[in-house]
């Protein structure tokens, strides 16, 4: 302890100014806010708990006219009330006052007792609320009782001729320590007030000025300079002496601290501290704190916290100091160790404060802050404090867990919950006891509800009633319910589903639990009634203050105002969630969460305030407030709770109205009665309120209401009204109370009531009443009789066996027996016989009732001969019965052996039966009974009596199956060889099944002999082999399996491989010749040395060469190349990778050591790049090798000859006229003239154009050519056609008709030429162009010579005929010469001339125009002709594109318009995804964009979907196709400025991470070394269980976990996945049922929908089943998930302890914790390790997949990060 010197608060110069007055009094208030110090002036000063003079008050004397003298009287003590408000004033002049300080310094100061004494007060202790203690000068202690008015002062103690010096009490006010002027010290008990006894007694050297009480000591000192500790019963236990050093002086005050683990003396200028020491129990002498100038001290006084020390002198000044043992700070609290045992404590954010003290005196070893800084707790060796820092509580209880695992709970605001092993321990802030402790695996406040002294009724505070319940989950579909006052159960509530959330209401009479599947339930704690409130609640709480419940359902807020009616409730539709329930100022509301707004949703005060006024008491007021509603439901049910409650508190006028209102009119009635039959009673005033209480009528009535009869009669005869307690009776039918009554008390009506009895019984018919009460009474004939008239013969053969004289009257016997036989009741038929005498009745009537043993007792007296028959049918009963112990007995006395001994095996009597059966002489009768026993016998390992019984029944068999599960073997083989019935083949079989038994149990050496005798040495190599003892497995195999030795090295060094002992596999790999496998192992995991030197001992030069390659490969290009030149294979890797096509890396590895090598790696790529028929890419390296022609080549061998001609231009000119020609032949087999002949004239090959013209007959088009091009051939040309026009020259013969029309046009009869022109028809003409001409020409004639009316005639008819034969722009012209346009527009559309028809109808008008349109859109559309559609009406075009499916063409024509292209995206996406075709859908995105707009994201969505739902969709190319258009959505959002919290953005995004994942994954997969990374981006891809489905995402989970051997994690997600399959087979439509403890504090969804069907096929469904069953018997696997540095969950991202958050790693999604990889774009971070993993496999096995994933990256995350390994 170490005292530090504050500044005085009263210096010494100025207590010099004011006199140089001593101090004569000083206390400190209890609650350390207050120090009164009073010095001789009288005056009493105040200062607050920093020591700052806060105010002063003029104190007064007993006689207030001598107040003016100041040699009046003396203050001589002061002493708080314990509640810090009033002040307690000793003064010299015989008075004590009490003064009102108040609570805060401002509250007028005011005395409010005084207590005259028999001399002057000498010292004064307030230890408790109700007592006040003082000492006097004449050696008195005298008791004041504070409770009440007019209260006098008691004397409890005298000591006569002596003064009391000074008192002190311990910190708890149970004990009182006195020194008196003689030297006694006096200890004493305080108990109940008024009540003090003397504890011990203590003689002391010197007077005990200074003295202190601590817990189990008292330390006096003087002026003898000495210090003495004393025990409690008076014995000194310790000295400390300090009168050998002079500078000492005597001492003249002590003050120990509350603790009383410090002790200080003060001296003249020193202050002497003593300190205990707990752990040695005793005193030592602490360090002497010296103080110039402070002279003598007058008064110490300990501020109750033990944090400072005041100390008055006797020259008046007043000082402070303060105390300290330690200190010690952190961020958060600060610690001040007063003692070893005392802490005070300061929260440094808050600035609050708190007084930690251990009641057992030990040392606090440790401080925590817990519950959001609101509570600590600390620890000591044997005991832990819990402290709550707000309201000051602290409780101590003895606690011994070193490991200190505990859990403490803080959310109760009453009690804390501490969880440690299983086991919970509530703790109740302020009280020293352990409120409960009870056994619970579930450790969630939110399934464990305690109520402690929460909303008690005025009748329970006045009556000091308490009120503690818990409630918690004994398993999770079970809830106990236990009174804590008593620790007994209430009730245990069992649930049919799994309970997440319960609480008590506040008084504990009521529970509400919500199941897994979102049902709430209502309990009644009494009662155990339940009652279902909803089906589907997410939030759910107690409304503060009441027994209303508020729960969101849904959409919906549901309010139960009264639960006596739970079918009724208030419903309110709302937007948002339900986070809590605020009542303050008068209202209440529930808090309602939208988006991030806060709404307010106010709750009917008035209906809240009912319940609230019944546990007050206040029944008047929830009358009224009833008054004021409306009837209802709820309302009648708020009537019937208040007339119950009503009628226990005797308020029956309310009552009669509940009763009223319920429609209750009997209980209306009977209280209306009982109200106006006490008004007349003598004694009862009906004016006064509550009269009726003063009736003991009305108390009988009330109790007799309540069905209390007992109650009820005895206040009746407590007012010796025997008469209405025997009417009550009467009224209530009870009859016999009432003739018992009436006995008791003598009454006269005893007769009547009799009477009046026997003639309700019969007349109702209750002939048994009747007949037992007359039995009763002593009238039996009477009562036989009306048994028998009731059907009660029994009771009738009873009575008469009871009396002699009746057995005699054989009639009534007969009778009686006649009945007995009737009813069947035969065994008392038969004690009636056998009483009158009738044996053989009797015995008849015995046997056939099966009453056996009142039968052989009867038969052994009066049939002996009927024993052994008896005793056999009574073992045949038995057996009958199944009660074949007992039947066995039976059957031996009956000398049937063969049943008895199968009734004791039956019965499990072996012993019995080994002793029936030896004595059976017909052995082979019971061959199977003695097999049995051999069985039993064996079970209790009694193997010879086994063997024998097995051999007695012909069953060896048996006893070679038995000594074989003994490990006997030489006796089985003793008896197989022995019988003949055994065969060799059940003898191998039966050693096969225990080699088995011997391999499950370690005797391997053992069972391999047992493999070996009979030949089975596969079986032994198998056992080996289960067992991984691989030296074994090749020792047999070796001796007996030469031929599969290879192969078993093999599976060896592969098993080695697993458990990484690569040294061992490469030995068995090259004992197996397989010197290449290991080298493959060596480079899977880099140890590229150990991989060279294999190949190098075992492969020769070229298979060192490969590992050189691969080592190359894997090493950054500057290395590689250092690397290759080591060895001198810098040519050959370079031609090494060119052959697998890795043209980077030989590039690189060209450019840094090898440059003369990159024309060949260029052209071997562009060769390569041919091959894959990748043209453009191949152009491009044949041109970085100079090779233009091979360029050129290639495009003309792939018949693409622009390209071949643009690469000719570019880069081969001298190629250029060669490509030229043959793309002209090409174009003139296409008959594509016009552009033949330019790329001939361009290729300056005119004569290779005529040449072809002359070869097709196209004379006119070679001449052409020939006058512009060639001049000089133009002869030649005219001699070759001349040849070819004499070969072909023939003769025309013109038609007669025609003939004779155009002679009759020259001879100008043109009417007659017209006609022989009509007369032209198909029929005889079969040229249509001539005909056409023929007729045209007669319209031509018609039109210029005939007249008009006969020119239209004939017009008329030549337009049909030449539409007939499809010349219809003709047959147009004729109508339009005829005004009949109409008929023309027809006639151009049935020719589909449509541009005509057009032009035609823009003439004609809009009318026209729209039908020609309309018509050519039915004609294109009817012919499929899309390209004309588009010129006519592009959206139809389009359309129809659609229908005919040409969506590819549909969408090429809309690109050009973006809201057109993404209305038939959309169709032709959700067209794909109906018919389920997700690549093809994807496809359409990847080519044409991903349009943000709300159709395309529903689309998105449901792409995303059908992926994810397709547990077959596993390419790489989709997935990477799926990421790609995830990544063009997101740019497309964040381009547009979207909303990163809507929810669009947020499924977008989690989509394109999905997708990512999905990729990587099966990338990953590809490659033996990234298989972890593919696990973890599987296990990464269950955050998003409910996009991807929940079944999917824990099956491939648990397959890529096992795949890796990660067999734990396996283990919980394959089980959770059959947990997931279970639910949807049944049915269920979420996974909430579920049990999810295994993710707790991940960020693993838990409720996540379920589909109807299930995805994962059935042969992989069991394969799953198989395995989590064989490794939930394996005690290897632990049902856990892998856990990081940060003891959480590896893949979880969120930390549900501190809320703090991880990137994701872009490769496997798992959190960044470690070393990371930054790239430009934020927040994208890689893992280091997992990256440089990629990196590695990346190189070293370069493929697309790895490529593309790197691609991506790129684009996604910014450049890739300067790396290098």
Known sequence: MNLKYLTPLITLQASMQMGGERVKAMAWSPNNQKLAVCRSDKVIQLFDEKGGPRDKFQTRGADVKATSSPQAYMVTSLAFSPDSINLAVGQSDCILFIYRIGEDFKMKKSIINKFAQTSAVTTVAWPSDVELICGLSDGKIRHVNMVGKGQKPKTIYNVPDTAVLTMVTNSAGTELAASFLDGQILLFGIGNPDQMSLKSKIRHTVPAVALALCPDSILAGGSDMKIFVYEKLGKVRQQFDFSKDPSNCDFTCAAATATGQTVVFGCLNKLKILQYQSRKKMWEEGRTKKVDNLYVPTALQWRKDGTFLSVATCVGSFHMFEAAYKRSKSDKVELSYITPSNVILKVVESGKTANIRSKYGSEISEVQLMGKDLFAVARTVETIIICDIERKLTSEIPWSDVEEKERFYFENQTVCMVFNGGEMTLIE??????????????????????????????????????????????????????????????????????????????????????????????????????????????????????????????????????????????????????????????????????????????????????????????????????????????????????????????????????????????????????????????????????????????????????????????????????????????????????????????????????????????????????????????????????????????????????????????????????????GEFLEEAGELYDSVGQKSRALECYRRGFFYDKAIKLAKHSFPNEVVSLEEEWGDHLVSCRQMDAATNHYIESGCLVKGLDAALESRQWKKALHIIEAVEDVPAVSKQWVKLGEYFNSIDELSQAERCFIKGGNPKKAVEMYTEKDRWEDAHRIATQ?????????????????????????????????????EVDMAIKMYATNKMYDEVLRLIQAHRTEHLGQTLKHLAEICIQEENYKTAENHYVKAGLWSDAVEMYVARGLWEDAYRVARNHGGVQASKNVIFKWSAALSPDTAVKLLNKFGYIYDCIDHHCLKGNFIVAEEIAELGARDKLVDIQFQWAQYCEEKREYEEAKIHYVNANMGKEAVDMYLRSHDLP??????????????????????????????????????????????????????????????????????????????????DSRNESAKEPEELIEQAKQFERQGEYRKAIERYLQLTPQIMDNDIVLAKCWTRAAELAAKFLLKEHADYVLKSLAPMLSSINRFAEAASLYVQCGQYKEAIRALIEGDLWDEARRLATEVGPKMEEYVKMKQTESLKASGQVEQLEGVNAHAALELMCEQGHWGKCLERAKHNADTLSKYMAKYVTHLIKARSAREALKVYMDYGTPCNREHFSLYRALAMLMLTDINMEDFETWSEMRNMMFSVMNGLNSSGADHRSNVYVQMDSFLWISHYFTNKLAFQASTSLEPLAAKASVSLLRYCGLVPVERAFYEAGILCRKVKWDNMAFVFLNQYLDVRDAIEEGTQSTGGLDHSDFLNTDIPTECDLPEQAMVPDECHNEVKEWVLSASMDANIQPELRQDERTIFEGSLVSSAGGEKWEPCVLTGYPVTGTKVSFRTTNRFADKEDWNRFVAVSRSEPNEQLANISEFLSAWCGSSPNYSL
Not at 516 to 541: I, W
Not at 615 to 627: E, N, Q, T, V, Y
Not at 990 to 1008: F, N, T, V
């Open 979 to 1015: 019988s003949t019935g055994i065969s060799k083949q059940d003898l191998q079989r039966q050693y096969i099944d225990q080699a088995k038994i011997m391999q499950d149990q370690g005797r391997y050496l053992q069972a391999e002999k047992l493999y070996v005798a009979i030949g």
């Open 429 to 822: 802030y302020g009280k020293d006891d352990v409120l409960g402790t009870f056994r619970t695996e579930w450790i969630n406040p939110h399934v464990i509800s305690v109520r402690v002294n929460e909303r008690l009724s005025k009748k329970d505070l006045e009556s000091g009633v308490t009120n503690r319940k818990l409630a918690y989950l004994l398993d999770l579909k079970s809830i106990n319910v236990v009174d804590l006052e008593y620790n007994l159960p209430l009730a245990e509530v069992v649930h049919d589903s799994k309970v997440d959330w319960l609480e008590l209401n506040e008084t504990g009479t009521k529970l509400l639990y919500r199941d897994r599947r979102t049902r709430l339930v209502l309990v009644d704690v009494g009662t155990l009634n339940k009652h279902t409130l909803d089906q589907s609640c997410g939030f759910v709480s107690w409304v503060p203050g009441s027994d209303v419940v508020v729960a969101q359902s849904r959409k919906t807020l549901r309010i139960w105002y009264n639960l006596d009616t739970p079918e009724i409730s208030v419903d309110i539709e709302l937007r948002g969630v339900a986070t809590d329930i605020l009542k303050e100022k008068g209202r209440t509301v529930v808090l309602v969460r939208d988006g991030g707004v806060t709404q307010e949703i106010e709750l009917d005060q008035s209906r809240i305030e009912f319940t609230t006024a019944i546990d007050d008491g206040d029944l008047a007021r929830a009358a009224a407030f009833l008054d004021s509603c409306e009837q209802s439901p709820e309302v009648h049910g708020m009537w019937s709770k208040l007339a119950k409650v009503a009628v226990e508190a005797q308020e029956l006028k309310i009552a009669h109205k509940a009763y009223a209102a319920t429609g209750d009119v009997p209980r209306a009635k009977f209280i209306q009665n009982t109200i106006e039959m006490c008004k007349t009673e003598p004694g009862v005033n009906p004016n006064e309120k509550g009269f009726w209480k003063q009736s003991y009528e009305v108390q009988a009535r009330l109790h007799l209401m309540a069905g209390q009869i007992k109650d009820a009669e005895a206040i009746y005869l407590n007012q010796g009204d025997v008469d209405r307690a025997i009417k009550m009776y009467e009224t209530l039918q009870k009859w016999d109370d009432a003739i018992t009554l009436a006995k008791i008390k003598n009454h006269p009506r005893l007769t009547e009531l009799m009477d009046q009895f026997l003639d309700r019984l019969i007349s109702s018919g209750q002939y048994d009443v009747a007949a037992e009460f007359l039995e009763k009474h002593g009238h039996s004939q009477k009562s036989i009789a009306l048994y028998l008239d009731g059907g009660f013969p029994t009771r009738a053969a009873r009575v008469i066996m009871k009396h002699r004289a009746l057995q005699q009257d054989t009639d009534l016997v007969s009778q009686v027996c006649d009945s007995l036989l009737l």
């Open 1203 to 1284: 390209k071949a001609m643009e690469t000719a231009e570019k880069y081969a000119p001298e190629e250029l006229q060669r490509v030229l020609l043959m793309h002209a032949e090409q174009l003139f087999g296409n008959k594509d003239f016009s552009n033949f002949e330019t790329i001939v004239i361009r290729a300056e090959k005119p004569e290779i154009a005529i040449e072809l013209y002359k070869r097709h007959n196209m004379w006119a088009e070679a001449f052409r050519v020939c006058k512009q091009y060639a001049p000089h051939l133009t002869n030649q040309l005219q001699e070759d056609f001349s040849v070819f």
